[in-house]
């Protein structure tokens, strides 16, 4: 009999002990548990290094080729985020900006960008961003002081194959025009050079000009007496980015670099396509790139 009334006593108990647990505060306090531990799950948010590389990625959107042919970079931006990703940035808002800066700087010398001002970021929180997408708004290069920040040009609705803009290089011995193309142009004394020119201060391979990113590049390539950009002699094996008006000093030549009359890119357009505007977000911001957080 005691054994019987245990087990009626423990079923009871039980029943009791269920019911309870499936009150509506119950389950309310369940569900809020839920809520609380699933919602860091749902929410994706970058870290600091690569919320950056996406700021900056859509601040290249902004690289235009300006009415005098250059292609040029504004130094005014207003990036928009969703604010979880502004809080990231608020974390460490003075690496993260001066990241984005040096980057611009960097990518400009590189590339032969012209980047007049002084750059100057700014945020603004948008919930209608995704988090993890920014968007960039800059003030146009050659637009008013006091212009507002606008969206970036659409993107082209073909894919460049080669440099956006038609440059040539004017000898000053002969006039001869060479225009810079997709091929390197090769430049000294040996008579299988691009620009063959006949001179003892003349190495036989003396410097050539590359096509890099958005322009071109010349480089010296050891020569004896070396080569010279505007008057300024150039390290051995560094490139360094040619734009219209730059004059190349090889031996007793000037090279003159021009650009072709009605070539290039419309002016305001932009100038970079997507695969190059990501690759110079990687050069110049590496995914290892450590962050000040």
Known sequence: MVSALALL????????????????????????????????LRRRTLTAPELQRACFSEMVRHVRVNRQGRTHAPARYLLRLHPDDLAVVEENRGWFTDGLVDALRRAAAENGWQLDDRVDIEYQADPSRHAGVPSALAVAPDGPATAPPVAAPPAPTTRHTGPPQVLIVVRSDTGEQIPLGNEPVTIGRSRDRTIMIDDNRVSRAHARIDPVGGGWAVIDEGSSNGTRVGGEALPTGRARPLRSGDVIGVGPVDLRVAARAGSGAEPGTRALDDSTRTRISGEVLPPHREGGR
């Open 9 to 40: 006593v423990g079923a009871a108990l039980g029943f009791v002990g269920s019911r309870r647990l499936r009150r509506p505060d119950r389950a309310a306090q369940a569900a809020s548990v839920a809520r609380s531990v699933g919602a860091p």
